[in-house]
């Protein structure tokens, strides 16, 4: 179903599946509500759409994703069952998020990132229950990147070009690139 049709701009051979909803209004206010979807897109059932985004060619959801408002997704992006993508996020080329992950305000994952299921990726250091701009640093990943099952990344943390963060992880600090990190908190192993 696609609501708010004047914001909504698809692009061709675009497959929306009944129940998924396309161009939902945002509660917060931004700037332009225009909702770009390039070619090829594939949007399962229980899936959502916020107004507000920019999303590339060959994008793919599994059921019930919610991508949130002013968010810029690249192209060939697959996001799987049950992902949150919060809004603001940055998200390159070729990137893969598996199930049951959130991605946080504010997150910029680079291309030909791997992110694997059950990943929580945190913006606020210490939360308080009152929203604020100020405090909100959502994470970097670098490109291609890998991210194991069940990682939590902490907020403001950049995980470097071509690493590997382990199953199950806490990553509390920077990840250098061409590094393989794990453990609670993640640590580089050698």
Excluded at 86 to 99: A, M, P, S, T
């Amino acid at each position: 179903m696609i609501l708010n049709k004047e914001f909504v701009k698809l692009g061709k051979n675009c497959k929306i599946d009944e129940t998924a909803i396309v161009g939902y209004m945002p509660s917060r206010k931004i700037s332009d509500l225009t909702l770009e979807i390039g070619d090829n897109a594939v949007i399962r059932a229980g899936s959502i759409v916020y107004l507000g985004s920019k999303i590339g060619e060959n994008f793919e959801t599994g059921h019930n994703v919610v991508i949130r408002e002013e968010n810029v997704i690249g192209n060939n992006v697959k996001i799987w069952s049950n992902t949150v993508v919060d809004y603001g996020c940055k998200i390159g080329n070729n990137v893969k998020i598996h199930c049951n992950c959130y991605i946080a305000q504010l997150t910029i994952i680079e291309d030909d990132v791997f992110i694997a299921p059950g990943v929580m990726v945190a913006n606020e250091k210490y939360p308080t229950g009152v929203f604020s701009l100020e405090r909100i640093k959502g994470p970097i990943i670098k490109k291609k990147a890998k991210i194991g099952i069940n990682t939590t990344i902490l907020p403001g943390i950049t995980i470097g070009e071509n690493s590997l963060i382990g199953a199950g992880s806490v990553v509390t600090k920077d990840i250098p690139s061409n590094t393989i990190a794990y453990g609670v908190p993640a640590k580089i192993k050698k």
